[in-house]
């Protein structure tokens, strides 16, 4: 069994699982990741502790991540490496706005270095963050480059150990738990819990629902990260991409975009729960899971929907509530 890395532990850990309502005979328990701390709420900080620790270690005098501009990974990013006393350079995708709102304002707040870029410029954003980190290198400003969602091979670890943890929790409270269900735009928390699976030999399936792209592309994506990770950690983990499962449909709109399916379960499981999903990542997925079970395309007894976070985003798309 591979050692765990050191990491920062900014994470609230040991977040609650709870039970839901249940959906057509399959009870459902929530795993509430959106409790890992306040400003660093969600799943993205789970990842950024291994990641900020490499940067620390490498003596880094700051990070470069990128995101949307609602980006809950850059708030987590951003507050972070504050709290490592780093400093923060922030390519978000996207616009300024006059007045700023939710995760954009929180990176605003913190005093993050911000630079915008067009839809177009993002589709090549690694080599741009790249290029200014090289930049950066040539004025004695050692920078470390975290890529969108802290989706590699190192932030993997923050969910091998969310999934060690599950694993952990549902002895103690002696519930069984079939399937792991949970959102995707990056493809490292699905790689983190499958890996979590892997090294723990157990038979909990791995299930996510893209909020973006296709079922292809994170079979790629999630493939390449548990591949990079094998290289890296001198292990062998014999997966296909029949073992990566992804059910397309749910991305709605767009990435980003919410229309009335996603306002709709926002406010049903709020007005049910006592809970916020959040308009980009848990609203999709979690309309994706009541579909999945309502079509009989997934067949489980019991199973576990992670709530990644995102909070803070649901106020700038206030006004498709009211």
């Known amino acids: 069994m591979l050692k765990t890395p050191k990491s920062l532990n900014l994470t609230l850990q040991n977040t609650p699982i709870i039970k839901i309502k249940p959906q057509k005979g399959t009870t459902l328990w929530l795993k509430r990741d959106d409790l890992t701390g306040i400003e660093l709420s969600g799943n993205k900080i789970r990842k950024l502790d291994f990641l900020i620790q490499e940067a620390i270690d490498q003596n880094s005098q700051g990070i470069i991540t990128c995101g949307g501009l609602q980006s809950n990974h850059c708030r987590a990013a951003a507050y972070a490496a504050i709290k490592a006393g780093l400093d923060v350079i922030l390519f978000l995708r996207g616009k300024p706005e006059e007045r700023p709102t939710g995760n954009h304002f929180l990176n605003q707040l913190a005093g993050a270095t911000i630079q915008y870029v067009t839809q177009e410029e993002y589709l090549k954003i690694d080599s741009i963050m790249g290029e200014k980190s090289e930049d950066l290198m040539s004025k004695n400003g050692n920078f470390y480059v975290i890529p969108e969602g802290g989706s590699n091979e190192i932030g993997a670890w923050g969910y091998i150990s969310c999934f060690n943890e ?106 049910q729960e006592g809970i916020v999903l959040d308009p980009v990542y848990t609203a999709k997925a979690y309309l994706g899971l009541e579909t999945l079970i309502d079509q009989e395309i997934i067949d489980y007894k019991n199973v576990l929907f992670i709530h990644t976070g995102g909070i803070f985003g649901i106020f700038s798309y206030a006004e498709k509530f009211l």
């Open 166 to 271: 599950i694993v952990q929790q549902i002895t103690d409270l002696k519930i069984a738990v079939d399937a792991i269900v949970v959102s995707t735009g990056s493809g490292g928390t699905h790689a983190g819990l499958l890996l979590g699976k892997l090294m723990a030999n157990s038979d909990i399936d791995i299930i996510s629902i893209n909020v973006c792209d296709d079922s292809q592309f994170f079979k790629e994506k999630i493939k390449g990260i548990v591949d990079k990770f094998a290289d890296r950690y001198g292990e062998k983990f014999d997966i296909s991409y029949q073992d990566i499962y992804i059910f397309d449909g749910f991305t709605g709109e767009g990435y980003g975009i919410t229309g009335k399916r996603e306002v709709d379960i926002i406010r049903q499981f709020a007005r």
